[in-house]
Nanobody, 115 residues
Framework: QVQLVESGGGLVQPGGSLRLSCAAS????????MAWYRQAPGKQRELVTT???????HYADSVKGRFTISRDNAKNTVYLQMNSLQPEDTALYYC?????????WGQGTQVTVSS
């Protein structure tokens, strides 16, 4: 049974930071590309960032220079360090694991940026 469990969301003021974590089980974590998506109210889910099994990363233009994705294969965990948060970053953040035809999602963690 595959499980992706996100944590670390919360309420933060503009300019603040948060670190999200996603712990995976039931998959060979090191062989999966991991990603973070987000969905704001009334908007479609969008890709934020990915990290391949080899450690290559990709970022949406809106978060480049502010967000950093990393992975710890020994802990089966992927992280998202978010700095200089802005109100437009407010969304439900989802962890995703993908490999070939396999696609798994976590249940999401809420990030709210507000003063």
């Amino acid at each position: 049974q595959v499980q992706l469990v996100e944590s670390g969301g919360g309420l933060v003021q503009p300019g603040g930071s948060l670190r999200l974590s996603c712990a995976a089980s039931g998959i060979i974590f090191s062989s999966y590309t991991m990603a973070w998506y987000r969905q704001a109210p009334g908007k479609q889910r969008e890709l934020v960032t990915t990290i391949t099994s080899g450690g290559n990363t990709h970022y949406a233009d809106s978060v480049k220079g502010r967000f950093t994705i990393s992975r710890d294969n020994a802990k089966n965990t992927v992280y998202l360090q978010m700095n200089s948060l802005q109100p437009e970053d407010t969304a439900l953040y989802y962890c995703n694991a993908q490999r070939v035809l396999f696609y798994y999602w976590g249940q999401g963690t809420q990030v709210t940026v507000s003063s």
